[in-house]
């Protein structure tokens, strides 16, 4: 089990102004800093599932399990 300890760091990036505005229409997330947690939240998922990608097909589900 993974335990992370949170750091909040303060930090300037530049950001394709263009990206960040349909990304706040499509969620309708108002504030730079929700928009870019949110994004890396989704980046971390979608790097996770990639890990997991490996046992596709590998790994055999007792079906009664889910029941």
């Given at each position: 089990?993974?335990?992370?300890?949170?750091?909040?760091?303060?930090?300037?990036?530049?950001?394709?102004?263009?990206?960040?505005?349909?990304?706040?229409?499509?969620?309708?997330?108002?504030?730079?800093?929700?928009?870019?947690?949110?994004?890396?939240?989704?980046?971390?998922?979608?790097?996770?599932?990639?890990?997991?990608?490996?046992?596709w097909?590998?790994?055999?589900?007792d079906?009664?399990?889910?029941?």
């Amino acid at each position: 089990m993974f335990t992370y300890k949170f750091i909040h760091i303060r930090t300037n990036i530049d950001i394709d102004d263009m990206l960040l505005a349909k990304a706040q229409q499509l969620t309708k997330i108002r504030t730079k800093k929700a928009i870019v947690e949110k994004a890396l939240r989704l980046l971390v998922q979608l790097e996770g599932q990639k890990e997991l990608s490996v046992y596709w097909g590998k790994i055999q589900l007792d079906e009664k399990a889910f029941e």
